[in-house]
């Protein structure tokens, strides 16, 4: 079974790694872990390596749609941004339907490498600090 990984040894640059396809108690670990990070109050940015997660069942999109919903305007406080990684445009179409569903209240853009974004979620930080 699949598994996400969360690093926060380089903060306010967060990553979140996932491995695999989650059961649903992994994937309600992970939106309680982003739950978490939106409301310490600090400031911070996220790379999302999703190349490995696969297809993502509908009730866990779901989950996404709802903690998005639910941690809003925490979201919109203290993050700067999130950075997706995909490797397939099923990934890309899947993270489209739930923008759809619910407008991210953040920046919120795809790449296909990790140094990509971490530089675009660094200066995305720069000014979220800076205001």
């Known amino acids: 079974m699949g598994q996400v990984t969360f690093d926060e040894t380089d903060k306010p640059l967060m990553r979140m790694t996932y491995q695999g396809l ?24 996220v790379v999302i390596d999703a190349r490995e997660v696969g297809r993502v069942p509908a009730t866990q999109r779901r989950a996404i749609v709802d903690w998005i919903n639910r941690d809003r305007q925490h979201l919109k406080t203290n993050c700067a941004g999130g950075a997706l990684i995909f490797s397939s445009p099923i990934q ?40």
Do not use: N
């Not at 108690?25 to 400031?43: C, L, P, T």
């Not at 853009?109 to 979220?128: T, V």
């Open 22 to 45: 989650c059961d649903d108690a992994e994937w309600q670990r992970h939106v309680d872990q982003m739950s978490e990070w939106a409301r310490r109050g600090d400031h911070y940015a």
């Open 92 to 131: 890309q179409g899947l993270w489209t339907a739930i923008a759809w569903v619910t407008p991210t209240p953040i920046p919120v853009k795809i790449f296909r490498d990790i140094p990509s974004a971490e530089a675009w979620l660094r200066g995305l930080l720069e000014e979220k600090m800076a205001s």
